[in-house]
């Protein structure tokens, strides 16, 4: 760099104007500015989808899945002056049909709450079917306290073995599509939150994925031999 600029002031007969010399700078310094921008921690990683899987059992179909993402810090800033954070998993199954737009066969939801609270130090997760709506709160099924965060996360991150939809619903030869999402809901958070988090990507924790699905028949379940002489 300083070779370049001693080489570029010996070609030049004249020096350049205050004012040119100044725009140059000022050029210089935003194009900097929107280097360090786009690479520094502010930049969140967008949440992933890393497994899939879906089966039939004797009770239905279910669903179990695990998604990677990072807690951005406003996001943890929240929590820690006890702004509970909701995450919401949905679940939809879609039959083809080529003369009209795919009937949904199937749809699950539930809903995540994890809380910290300041007394014990720990952090609480609440797991619920369904959404929250306006009438209701938030019915839970499940109620887990964690040491860390790490593992309130760990929890979160994880979907084992859920129900999503009856056999009845999806009969068998028949080829679906499933559509699966992981969100952070925003629309639960304190209205002053809303207002000020517009546009901002560090709130954004969310991923979809959408795959043709074949669901074989239940396996059939060991029978006994009592009586079968």
Same mark, same amino acid.
């Given at each position: ?8 002031? +010996?070609?030049c ?21 929107? #280097?360090?921008?786009?690479?520094g ?11 899939? &899987? #879906?089966? +039939?059992?004797? /009770? ?31 679940? /939809?199954?879609?039959? /083809? ?23 014990? &130090? ?8 369904g ?16 040491e860390?965060?790490?593992?309130a ?16 619903? #999806?009969?068998?030869?028949? #080829?679906? +599509? ?26 954004n ?6 795959? +043709? ?11 006994s ?5």
């Amino acid at each position: 760099m300083v070779n370049t600029t001693a080489s570029f002031t +010996r070609c030049c007969k004249k020096p350049l104007p205050d004012s040119l010399a100044g725009f140059w700078l000022r050029l210089l310094l935003a194009a900097c500015l929107g #280097v360090l921008m786009a690479a520094g921690p502010g930049r969140v990683q967008a949440a992933e989808i890393t497994q899939l &899987r #879906v089966e +039939r059992a004797d /009770d239905g179909v279910h669903l179990s899945a695990a998604v990677s993402f990072a807690l951005p810090s406003v996001v943890e800033d929240a929590l820690m002056k006890g702004i509970p954070m909701f995450f919401v998993v949905e679940a /939809d199954i879609y039959r /083809d049909r080529w003369y009209w737009t795919d009937l949904r066969v199937a749809s699950a939801a539930r809903t995540i709450r994890l809380a910290y609270q300041p007394l014990t &130090r720990r952090w609480r997760v609440n797991i619920a079917s369904g959404l929250i709506s306006s009438s209701g709160g938030l019915r839970a099924t499940l109620n887990q306290n964690y040491e860390s965060l790490a593992e309130a996360l760990s929890a979160i991150q994880r979907v084992a073995r859920w129900k999503i939809a009856d056999n009845a619903d #999806v009969p068998a030869d028949t #080829v679906y +599509r499933l559509e699966f999402s992981f969100r952070l809901d925003l629309s639960q958070l304190p209205r002053p939150f809303q207002i000020g988090m517009a546009g901002l990507s560090e709130w954004n924790i969310s991923a979809q994925v959408k795959e +043709r699905l074949r669901l074989e028949p239940a396996a059939p379940g060991p029978q006994s031999t009592e009586g079968a002489r």
